[in-house]
């Protein structure tokens, strides 16, 4: 189960946001493809409720959250959670469902 992110809350996201994308992104491609080599069966990567707007409304659609991110803060943190999504459903599709890959948000 993948919990860990570099963080820091508003200040930091708002001044070293490129810095934080690729240190929270290259840690979870990272370990997706470290559970996949030596066969792990069940994966599970978590996101946050951080990376959409403030008063989403619920329920929506994953397709949506983009257009309405109010805040240029979270578009970056948005976008990394989306692609580890992505690289999650991307694996289970090439390597098989025995392969348990789950992304949470």
């Not at 290259?26 to 409720?49: C, D, N, S, W």
Request: charged share 20%.
């Amino acid at each position: 189960m993948h919990l860990a992110a570099e963080v820091g809350g508003s200040a930091p996201i708002a001044t070293t946001r490129a810095a934080l994308f690729f240190a929270n992104a290259a840690m979870g491609l990272h370990l997706i493809e470290g559970a996949r080599k030596p066969g792990l069966k069940k994966f599970v990567q978590v996101g946050t409720i951080c990376a959409y707007p403030k008063f989403t409304p619920v329920p929506f659609k994953e397709s949506e959250p983009v257009g309405r991110i109010s805040r240029r803060n979270q578009r970056a943190l948005w976008h990394r959670k989306k692609a580890l999504l992505v690289m999650c459903q991307a694996y289970r599709q090439q390597y098989g469902p025995e392969r348990d890959l789950i992304c949470f948000r």
